[in-house]
């Protein structure tokens, strides 16, 4: 019989198939053939010039360039096609959320939308890269959230990477996208608000419960000094995975160097296991953290983590009619197989 288990953190449903469960071996996909790089790849070697002008750039060791120029390490640019822009904004198309009316809301499509390069490889995904290079995209991440959250108008900062056709890339060169936008998505009030009705009713952290309770469900993949990486119970995707601080942290951005470090090996581990053991996936993660701060703001009780899903199904006409996703893949088996 299937089970119908509950994700305390958006309040949603998720079906576990366990008479359907697949062995987790049969989701290995056909294994990936990286393309060789396209004549004109805007984010290899020597075609700099075909994106915006880069905000952030790391040089080669040892070596000087120009802005704009190759030998970079690791680059960043505005998205060529951006989402966001942080041009002048239009006399009233700038709405507070406060003066919309009871069936309509508009607002101009304020903030910044960027491209974080991975490195200079067009064919090695993230978790093919060397230790020191997952680091320095992820100290990258920390370093353009802390330039980007100044803005005043920003309220939060989403961190993602899509890997794959399927996993929503649109080019084949290995990057994450960073937006800041001037509204707090759902998903994040949502958690804030759970997070927050767990302490008051319990007296902890609905988090740091949620490790312990799979501690004892043996759904732990990997853990460090300073993370733990697992399979969720309530997983709604085959192999979704969530690596948390074990330390009570609200913020991503405030991360220290000697966490950093390990927060980098728990994510190229678990990447790395995904690629060995699934023949390279399409996937995606994105990074839950507090809104941005602006000092004024009252503090948020919290937890940051990151969330990793394979995308190794299709959404179909119940996920999008009820929000309800059937996962037929046992988190249970997942973590083991994943170990």
Sequence with gaps: MSELRFNPFSEEWVIVAVERATRPESFSTKPVVKAAPKAQCPFCYGYEDMTPPEVHAVA??????LPNTPDWQM???PNKFSALSRDIIPDGQFLDMASCSTTTCLAYGYGS???VISSPAHDKTIGQLEQPQVELIVETYQRRYRVLAKDKLVKYIQIICNNGKEGGASLEHPHSQIFAMP???????T???TLDAYRKKNKKCLMCETVEEARKRDLIVYENEAFVVFCPLWAKMPFETWIVPK?????FEDMTEPKRQLFTKSLRMLLQ???????????????HTAPVSHGEDKPVDFHWHLEFVARLNTQAGLEYGSGVFINTMVPEKAAEFLR
Excluded: S, T, W
């Design 60 to 65: 080669v060791k040892g070596r000087e360039r």
């Design 75 to 77: 680059r960043v640019v």
């Design 113 to 115: 939308h960027e491209v």
């Design 183 to 189: 509204i707090v998505p759902k998903v994040i009030q």
């Design 191 to 193: 958690e804030i608000g």
């Design 247 to 251: 330390a009570h942290e609200a913020r």
């Design 273 to 287: 296991k995904i690629y060995m053991k699934l023949n390279g996936p399409p996937y995606n993660y994105y990074i």
